[in-house]
């Protein structure tokens, strides 16, 4: 089995409280979101027939079944679960069970209607969906610690179980509540942080529009205003509602600890989610588990992917992380819903895998017939067995089952792109000079290093640093002085670091740094920002220099302070031609580059290549053709690793090895390969021979031939 729930051998994940997830033994994890109580027993049976046809080796179960485990307060019916939980552990299928906490009874609702969350605009919202609770709420933590009790003391040494599943999506419909209660506890956080009224109206600027409190009692949530809410109230509220989140979440945590502290533990966390600090939650999980939904309509969906797989890779310090939720084609709720072509389940599979995870799940395991989902793809479609979804689960299930030993792989980057969950949360409220978008900023970065085969981390700017030769700060707008200094400690050790517009400008309460913009960066980046200069929607500039090509979005007025001129507006921008707009410092022993605006993907490439070039940051692979992704992950026993060939374009491509290597997904009849080709949408997983399996007894694991 690949959970080891005591062992402390392998690549351990977490080691709180001698809690291990280690996932070097029984291979890549593979399933889905199991919720059998939508259909009768004798459908059970079938489920895990299926299962044991698809390959499925994880489920995670009981994600929405608090109404049936409790249908009254108190009155614990988990008969039912056991069979569940005793059919899996029959069928040899592990069980990632949820706290069964996400979506509350009706009776809770009914009895106690505070626990129902209220919004900015003071309506408190209904029964009848999910995630309908006040994240603040004692009464609703109560009752889910309470039933969490009683879970985790049926199951602490059920066969079946191999970790938990805490809540689902934290703050995927319910991000924040502006109830009573929530009021109250906002206020009991303000004066945790900031001890007296003086200090909270210093922090706040509310010298600003007569906002000055005279006492903690008079502060709110910042609810619906007539017109832009004071932005470092709004700052803290989210901070706050995230750390709400984390209450409820922890809450549990606190049980499951208590009652199996020999059970990991996890929680599912949305994408380029802003209500949840990915890296502040990391700190509470023995494994990281994300849920990933590509639009196929969307153009390069792997980019989207690619950013999001390396940033849950680094959130977890590097370890293996799970890929909890996909789709197995099409989602319901876009405004229009693309399958997913024959392949690309598959192709976007081993991406996830490519980039460091250790289970391909999807969400769900058998198409619901009733419900809000109905229309949602699943594992076992409304068509059953014979349907080409159900084939191609089919398929992948035995393809992943065929190499366990990349499971606990590891990979390392020396490139990494930097993401302050603040700073992104400041980085969009109202009533900045353009709107900006943090995640569409933050790719427009991370594109170039991926299209040219570059690993890539994603760290917060206080991360150590150590390791990277090169750093990208999209948009970082909110910066403290402290992680300033880090960020020159950085520079003047040896880095490379580039850091794009807008960065720098204000500290963690938004209050502009003083002394002229980019605040605590301008004596690093050896310039001065006059006037900030956003461009209309559809307005394009050039850029003329060591930078070629176009821009958009964004521009400014920058004076060198020392930095060297590398491009400049053109003549299409009359109020700027000729000022700069990417420089470069060399400042100690490295390098720091700004970049005044947005360039075009071709000219962002451009650029990064020569940044890339000037901190030594190799691609996996030289060469790579167009749509090709390339990543490598190493065993921890230094018996070798993997490269990975992803092909994301729509057409066919070759790629020379750097050596002899073996696709071990179709292992070749004439032995090693060099070159390998694949069709679109083709993977490959490569292994130089006689390494990554010589532990098997035959130095391709006794594959070839079979
Ligand atoms: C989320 C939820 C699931 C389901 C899927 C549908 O990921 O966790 O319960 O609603 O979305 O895509």
Redesign the pocket.
């Known amino acids: 089995m690949a959970v080891d729930r005591n062992s402390d051998s392998g690549e351990a994940v977490g080691d709180r409280r001698g809690r291990v997830w280690s996932p070097g033994t029984g291979g890549l994890l593979y399933g889905g979101?199991y919720n059998p109580e939508q259909w009768p027993e004798p459908v059970w049976a079938e489920d895990l027939e299926l299962m044991r046809e698809a390959g499925v080796s994880m489920v995670t179960a009981g994600?929405?079944s608090w109404a049936k485990a409790e249908p009254s307060p108190g009155r614990y019916e988990f008969g039912w679960f056991d069979r569940v939980m005793d059919g899996l552990a029959g069928a040899g299928v592990r069980v990632c069970l949820a706290t069964m906490t996400a979506s509350p009874p009706p009776w809770l609702s009914h009895a106690h209607p505070e626990t129902l969350p209220v919004d900015a605009e003071g309506v408190r919202k209904s029964p009848g969906s999910r995630q309908h609770y006040c994240p603040s709420s004692p009464v609703y933590r109560e009752h889910a610690a309470r039933l969490v009790e009683r879970l985790a003391t049926r199951y602490a040494d059920h066969p079946a179980l191999a970790m938990w599943h805490i809540g689902?999506?934290y703050g995927?419909h319910t991000r924040q509540c502006f109830c009573e209660v929530s009021a109250a506890e906002f206020r009991r956080w303000l004066r945790e942080r900031y001890g007296t009224v003086e200090e909270l109206n210093t922090a706040w600027s509310t010298a600003f529009w007569s906002q000055a409190y005279g006492s903690f009692a008079q502060v709110l949530p910042p609810r619906a205003a007539p017109t832009f809410p004071n932005p470092a109230h709004q700052l803290d509220y989210l901070r706050f509602s995230d750390e709400a989140l984390l209450g409820c979440y922890l809450t549990e945590k606190a049980v499951l600890d208590r009652v199996t502290p020999h059970v990991p533990v996890t929680t599912?966390v949305?994408p380029n989610h802003k209500p949840v600090n990915a890296f502040a939650w990391a700190a509470h999980q023995d494994v990281l588990s994300l849920?990933y939904?590509q639009d196929p309509h969307e153009p390069l969906p792997e980019v989207r992917a690619g950013y999001t797989f390396d940033l849950m890779r680094s959130a977890g310090g590097g370890r293996p992380w799970l890929l909890l939720?996909q789709?197995p084609g099409a989602?319901?709720?876009r405004p229009r819903n693309g399958p997913k072509a024959p392949g690309l389940m598959r192709l976007w599979s081993w991406q996830a895998v490519a980039q460091g995870a250790d289970a391909v799940l999807f969400?769900?395991w058998r198409q619901s017939l009733g419900g809000a989902?109905k229309y949602?793809s699943a594992m076992v479609p409304h068509g059953g067995r014979d349907t080409r979804i159900f084939r191609e689960v089919t398929e992948l299930g035995r393809e992943l089952a065929s190499v366990p030993e990349i499971a606990g792989s590891r990979s390392a980057a020396e490139a990494a792109l930097l993401l302050d969950w603040d700073s992104w949360r400041a980085l969009e409220l109202a009533a900045r000079p353009s709107t900006l978008n943090q995640t569409e900023l933050s790719l427009g970065h991370y594109r170039p290093l991926f299209e040219a085969g570059v690993a890539c981390d994603v760290l917060p700017p206080d991360a150590d640093l150590t390791g990277h030769r090169l750093l990208v700060a999209p948009n970082l707008y909110l910066l403290s002085e402290r992680d300033a200094e880090h960020l020159t400690g950085y520079v003047t050790g040896g880095g490379h670091l580039l850091v794009s517009f807008f960065s720098g400008i204000v500290d963690p309460h938004d209050r502009v740094h003083p002394g002229g913009h980019p605040g605590v960066l301008r004596r690093l980046l050896g310039l001065r920002t006059e006037e900030f200069w956003p461009l209309a929607e559809d307005e394009r500039v050039t850029l003329e220099g060591r930078v070629n090509g176009r821009a958009d979005l964004w521009s400014e007025a920058v004076e060198p302070e020392g930095a060297e001129v590398l491009a400049v507006f053109g003549k299409d921008h009359p109020a700027l031609a000729g000022r700069p707009a990417v420089t470069r410092h060399r400042v100690g022993a490295g390098t720091v580059w700004y970049l005044a605006t947005r360039p075009e993907p071709r000219a962002m490439r451009a650029l990064m290549d020569t940044v890339r070039a000037a901190a030594g940051v190799e691609p996996v692979l030289p060469g790579l053709p167009d749509g090709v992704q390339a990543t490598r992950r190493e065993r921890a026993d230094g018996s070798g690793g993997f490269l990975f060939l992803l092909n994301h374009s729509g057409a066919a491509a070759e790629v020379a090895l750097p050596e002899p290597m073996t696709d071990l997904l179709t292992p070749a009849p004439g032995g090693p390969l060099r070159e390998v080709r694949l069709e679109p949408s083709g993977v490959a997983v490569l292994s130089r021979p006689g390494t990554a399996r010589a532990r098997d007894g035959a130095p391709d694991g006794g594959r070839r031939g079979a």
Request: net charge negative; with cysteine.
């Open positions: 979101d994600i929405f689902n999506e995927c599912n949305m849920d939904y939720e789709a989602v319901n709720w969400f769900q989902e949602h």
